[in-house]
């Protein structure tokens, strides 16, 4: 029961998401057909079709990529196990082999997280507002109101540039339109008023995109996460506060480098960081399908 009480509540949570999306993908989609619309229709009629159809494909990417965020629901037993009641000996019987499994001869480098008292691989942390751990634990996104961890954090990704690609494309178009009037017209005005609603009522969400895009495409390029970036920061400032973040590597050891590349032990270099997230092809970087390497429990290492 406890089951499906928890499934039932995601799908809520990712109706609710969706919702919201779609209501500001209609309203953006149609303010614009508005302002566009509004010159005689044999007026750069072509042209106005492409930009329609480019931005319909941004905005569904951005919604596709979002939703492949969503529906990650993460019920393999490591995060699961400890939420599900024990009302049957088959309940039993799978929690006593996923004790087997992940407790026995478990490696003394491995911690147990002192939340919810699962194995805590490396890379892996608790969220206190979700509750659970999460492989390779990035951060708690306000904006998609979920955990961004090693299954999503490539959609995520795609997420954040497929939004910032459709607002400056948005932006561009706009501004084209506004050039090729006449600032005489008598509609020019009307059309500058909506432009500028538009920008504005856009401008903190486009904002955040941005940053966050900047922030972790720099981390992609190191191959750390936001809470690794943390922890090495404050290291290199000599405060050995989150050293307890890493599991690997010379910083465990209280190493004394100040290297930012010599500390993190999952810095493979600029080229197989990228296809540690996005996978080998280049393909792979379009597709919302979950193609980064490995399983999210054990890493490469440069050392």
Sequence with gaps: MNYL???????????FYLNIHVCTYYLT???????????????????????????ILFKYCRLIYGLSISINLDLDKQKFVRKRS???????????????????????????CEYCKNKKQPRAHHCKKCQRCYLKYDHHDIFFNRCISFY?????????????????????IISVFLL??????????????????????NFIEVWYFIYQTVVHMKLVAKNETTTESIALDTYIKGDCTYVSIFQEGP??????????????????????????VFGDNYMDFLSPEFTSKGNGQKFNLNC
């Excluded at 009480?5 to 109706?15: D, N, Q």
């Excluded at 079709?49 to 931005?55: A, M, T």
């Excluded at 049957?88 to 407790?103: G, L, M, P, R, T």
């Excluded at 999503?152 to 954040?160: G, S």
């Design 5 to 15: 009480i928890c499934i039932m509540g995601r799908f809520y949570e990712l109706y």
């Design 29 to 55: 989609f149609i303010v614009m057909i508005g302002v566009l619309g509004l010159t005689a229709l044999d007026y750069f009629l072509p042209v106005k079709i492409v930009l329609i159809l480019f931005y």
């Design 86 to 112: 024990v009302d049957s000996k088959d309940d039993i019987s799978q929690i006593n082999d996923y004790i087997v499994e992940n407790f026995t001869n478990m490696n003394k480098t491995n911690k147990i």
């Design 152 to 172: 999503n954090y490539k959609n995520y990704l795609q997420a954040l540039v497929s939004e910032v690609v459709a607002y400056i494309y948005f932006i561009v």
């Design 180 to 201: 090729l009037k006449s600032s005489t017209d008598r509609k020019y005005l009307f059309y500058l008023i909506v432009v500028i609603l538009c920008l504005v009522l």
């Design 251 to 276: 910083i465990k050891t209280f190493s004394s480098s100040k290297n930012r590349n010599i500390l993190n032990p999952y810095n493979l270099g600029y080229s197989m960081n990228i296809k540690e």
